[in-house]
């Protein structure tokens, strides 16, 4: 059975930093394509950041330079760094898992809560 857990989301005031990690089992994420998708109330699930088999790296452009998406093979978890957060990035983010081949991911996450908020 598999399985993706998010942890590290919680509150934070603006300008401040979150790890969110996405721990696997039952899939190695290293040869999966993973991916952290956010949605925010109102608003349509959102692609954040992805990070494929070859580990190439892509960012919705209100991410680039803030965010970082990083797989530990070791550990079987993908990590999200979450750094000079706005009110806007808040969000329940979820962590996704695409096998080879496939358009759209098979896999996801129950989600974790980012709040950003003075």
């Known amino acids: 059975q598999v399985q993706l857990v998010e942890s590290g989301g919680g509150l934070v005031q603006p300008g401040g930093s979150l790890r969110l990690s996405c721990a696997a089992s039952g899939i190695n994420v290293r040869i999966y394509a993973m991916g952290w998708y956010r949605q925010a109330p109102g608003k349509q699930r959102e692609l954040v950041a992805t990070?494929?088999?070859?580990?190439?790296?892509n960012y919705v452009e209100s991410a680039k330079g803030r965010f970082t998406i990083a797989r530990d093979n070791a550990k079987n978890i993908v990590n999200l760094q979450m750094n000079s957060l706005k009110p806007e990035d808040a969000a329940l983010y979820y962590c996704?898992?695409?096998?080879?081949?496939?358009?759209?991911?098979?896999?996801w996450g129950q989600g974790t809560q980012v709040t950003v908020s003075s």
């Open positions: 990070i494929t088999i070859g580990s190439r790296t």
């Open positions: 996704s898992g695409r096998g080879w081949g496939r358009s759209t991911p098979e896999y």
